[in-house]
């Protein structure tokens, strides 16, 4: 596949040349250990990195704090890694370290990830790479959503589809601060929740959440999302395929039913 | 020759008046009464998406992706979204995986065959929609 042949092939020569890499999700030392009775155990240090940037037309004076504090509360949520069972997969083969592309195995996963999580703030969409993450702040959103039960909310944030760039009001995240993890964690793969039963979910989406946990499951999800592909861990090292974010931002910011506000004038 | 035509045009409207009349069909309203089928299978994205992951679709469809195809010549998950409902039904829920998910196959286990219809159309729509950039809203 060119993208990822390229991707790969950038991350390589980046470590070759011992520079730092940049992107959404870049991964180090990556490797399997197979325990022999179905169960595969990853170990790797990611990097993750989330760009946030500032579209609104009176500035955020409180974007500091917002910032450091999605950025704990992402490490919090990513620490200790993930463990799924029931995972279909090819058949490891801990000799060859290689997958057998014609036995088929049922794995029980142990995600054993270290994660470093960077938030950092940029000013010009120059500063964006094609497979980094973006929280754009703007003023407002005009976007109304219906839940399961009929009722019509405004949204405090829109992300667009997994992987892509997420946007996010700022009174409303003044309000809410866990609303820019939130968003961040549909960027990695998660689904909103409606169900009055799990408000204590940090994914339950209709204003009044009584916690903010995490289950198991979407843990896992989310490691398996970072990981992308379980091959990848044979490769040592990767950073995530290119999603072309600057040119999927400016989409979905100029997209006119999203009813985005914010200062044009930043927007460059 | 004429007249001749007109008969036979006569005559084909009176047979088919007769045909009408004999099969009247039956009123929407009885007909709707009769079943009473009523459709509760509701759309529930968060749901659906818990079916996706159990099944663990994306270990092999990666996704993100922008491709299509993986290198092995697997759809990636966009590249299920691309496909026409029809044959992802088909391609998913009957024929393909090479048997592995089948009775006697390696995945028997696997929720797959045992999914209902309702949820079979919710796991579907969730694919289709990964194709659509729909808009995550949160409040």
């Given at each position: 596949?060119?993208?990822?042949?390229?991707?790969?092939?950038?991350?390589?020569?980046?470590?070759?040349?011992?520079?730092?890499?940049?992107?959404?999700?870049?991964?180090?030392?990556?490797?399997?250990?197979?325990?022999?009775?179905?169960?595969?155990?990853?170990?790797?240090?990611?990097?993750?990195?989330?760009?946030?940037?500032?579209?609104?037309?009176?500035?955020?004076?409180?974007?500091?704090?917002?910032?450091?504090?999605?950025?704990?509360?992402?490490?919090?949520?990513?620490?200790?890694?993930?463990?799924?069972?029931?995972?279909?997969?090819?058949?490891?083969?801990?000799?060859?370290?290689?997958?057998?592309?014609?036995?088929?195995?049922?794995?029980s996963i142990r995600y054993n990830f270290n994660f470093s999580v960077n938030v950092i703030q940029i000013n010009m969409l120059n500063q964006l790479r094609g497979n980094d993450f973006v929280l754009a702040v703007v003023d407002s959103i005009g976007h109304q959503f219906t839940d399961q039960y009929g009722k019509r909310h405004y949204s405090g944030g829109l992300t667009n589809g997994k992987g892509g760039p997420a946007v996010i009001t700022y009174d409303i995240w003044k309000k809410n601060r866990y609303l820019g993890v939130h968003e961040f964690f549909h960027t990695l793969g998660l689904d909103d929740i409606e169900d009055h039963g799990k408000k204590e979910r940090l994914m339950y989406h209709l204003d009044d959440n009584t916690g903010q946990s995490i289950s198991d499951t979407e843990r896992g999800d989310m490691m398996h999302f970072i990981m992308g592909d379980l091959r990848r861990m044979l490769k040592g090292n990767y950073s995530n395929v290119s999603n072309n974010t600057i040119q999927l931002?400016?989409?979905?910011?100029?997209?006119?039913?999203?009813?985005?506000k914010y200062n044009k004038a930043k927007f460059r | 020759m004429v007249s001749n035509i007109i008969r036979l045009s006569l005559g084909s409207m009176l047979f088919l008046l007769t045909a009408a009349c004999v099969n009247k069909p039956l009123s929407n309203q009885k007909t709707l009464g009769k079943g009473k089928i009523v459709d509760t299978c509701r759309y529930y994205r968060y749901e659906a998406g818990q079916i996706i992951s159990t099944l663990g679709c994306r270990n092999c469809h990666l996704a993100p992706d922008l491709e299509l195809k993986d290198d092995r010549g697997w759809p990636t998950f966009r590249g299920l979204a691309n496909m026409d409902s029809l044959k992802l039904i088909k391609y998913v829920f009957k024929e393909a995986h090479k048997g592995w998910y089948s009775k006697t196959g390696t995945f028997k286990a696997s929720r797959m065959d045992t999914l209902n219809d309702c949820e079979i159309k919710g796991a579907i729509q969730y694919i289709k929609d990964a194709g659509r950039s729909i808009a995550i809203p949160s409040q």
């Open positions: 596949m060119p993208t990822d042949l390229i991707d790969e092939l950038k991350s390589n020569i980046s470590l070759l040349q011992n520079q730092p890499l940049s992107g959404g999700i870049v991964a180090k030392n990556l490797r399997i250990s197979d325990n022999g009775s179905g169960e595969l155990t990853l170990y790797g240090d990611f990097t993750i990195t989330l760009k946030v940037l500032d579209l609104t037309t009176n500035g955020a004076p409180d974007l500091n704090s917002l910032m450091t504090f999605t950025q704990q509360v992402i490490t919090s949520k990513l620490r200790g890694g993930g463990y799924k069972s029931g995972i279909n997969f090819l058949k490891y083969n801990a000799v060859k370290k290689a997958f057998d592309k014609d036995k088929t195995w049922t794995y931002l400016r989409i979905f910011i100029n997209n006119k039913t999203n009813g985005f | -």
